[in-house]
Structures are given as C-alpha cells and as structure tokens.
T-cell receptor, first 116, second 113 residues
C-alpha cells in the first residue's frame, strides 16, 4: 500500500515549455486535489476532483489544467510554464465524506518544479 | 484575503516543555479544523482534527482547543520532543461545502534537546 505517489520528484523547465505531473493513489479514494506551496503562502488549492471524470477549480487555477480519467490518477498539466509557477506541488486524496464531516486528506511527497 | 492565519512563522521550545501553536480564522462558516505536520522533503501528514461541536480534542501528547467566539484554535504538544520539530499547518473546512481545505501559512517548530 503505497498511499499517494507523485511523479516526477524534481523538474526544471524553461519558460514556455509544457509538462504533466502525475498523482496516483491506491486507497480507492473518491476525492483528489492538487496544491502548490510557496514560501509564506501555505498550501493553496489549484484544482480538485470529486470523482472519476470530474474536475473543479480551486483558489489558484490559472495556467493549469487537470484530468481524472481513472479514479486512481489525477494529472496536473502546465501548457506554457512561467517562472511564477516555480513551486512545490502536492497531490492529496481523501475518501468520500461520512456523516457530513470532511474526511482527512492524505498527501504525496511533493514535486519540486523550477521554471527558468 | 487570508482566511486562516498562523501569525507565528517560527517557535522554539525546550525538550520536555509545552509547545503551543496558534491559528486564527475569519470565516464563521468554518466548522471543521485540522492540524497537519510536515517534515522537509515530505508531504504533510494529518495530526489531529476538531469539529465545531467540540472545544477540545486530545490524542496522546497532542491536544487541539477551539474557541469559536474568538475564531481561534491552538495545538498543544506536551511534552515536546525533538522529533516534533517540523512545520505545522492548520486548515479549515466548511461542512456541506465542496470538501476544500483552507490552509494557514504554517509555523516552524524547533524542539531543542
């Protein structure tokens, strides 16, 4: 049981290049999330998904796209990378909420992305 | 507009003493709160949570207190251990919302041996 895994761990891009970050979870969770963490900013939600085939915007969605074609995978795409997207990216997943309470989110180890 | 605030970026405590980490929020619709712990080069891990129907929740050395009228929560670690040295994030969520968490900016705790 690997939990939440992220690929790659590190990446350096040039401005204008594109890339896809892959998140995979083996806990059969319905909900998946992409966050970015910047110094002094905490964790900010980029996009999330409440089930296979669904996606929704978070706090800072501009410049990113996502897809959830399979329940266990959540992909984050940067079509044209900009230096402002230099950050650490975390993926998380959670079970459907029970009893009206939001369930705990489990995080992956992060991807450190630098855009030059 | 920072809805969840952790005003102390860092805190140093002697081993064996109490660590108190604070978090304030502005949105009265928040009714579920969590603390996450993060070590360098790792993802955050869940530590403890509290629902707004409670004012205290305890799990071993960790206790979270919630003061709804002040929109304030705190995490107490007693006794503090060197392995507790990490960044601590508080997060808030709205019941019946879209299951999104709003995170604070984090407090770096250093427990001195």
């Amino acid at each position: 049981n690997a939990g939440v895994t992220q690929t790659p761990k590190f990446r350096v891009l040039k401005t204008g290049q594109s890339m896809t970050l892959l998140c995979a979870q083996d806990m059969n969770h319905e909900y998946m999330y992409w966050y970015r963490q910047d110094p002094g900013m905490g964790l900010r939600l980029i996009h999330y998904s409440v089930g296979e085939g669904t996606t929704a915007k978070g706090e800072v969605p501009d410049g990113y796209n996502v897809s959830r074609l399979k329940k266990q995978n959540f992909l984050l795409g940067l079509e044209s990378a900009a230096p402002s997207q230099t950050s650490v990216y975390f993926c998380a997943s959670s079970q459907s909420p029970r009893g009206g309470l939001t369930d705990t989110q489990y995080f992956g180890p992060g991807t450190r992305l630098t855009v030059l | 507009d920072q809805q969840v605030k952790q005003n102390s970026p860092s805190l140093s405590v002697q081993e064996g003493r109490i660590s108190i980490l604070n978090c304030d929020y502005t949105n009265s619709m928040f009714d579920y709160f969590l603390w996450y712990k993060k070590y360098p080069a790792e993802g955050p891990t869940f530590l403890i949570s509290i629902s707004s129907i409670k004012d205290k929740n305890e799990d071993g050395r960790f206790t979270v207190f919630l003061n709804k009228s002040a929109k304030h929560l705190s995490l107490h670690i007693v006794p503090s251990q060197p392995g507790d040295s990490a960044v601590y994030f508080c997060a808030a969520s709205k019941l019946g919302g879209t299951y999104k968490y709003i995170f604070g900016t984090g407090t770096r705790l250093k427990v001195l041996a």
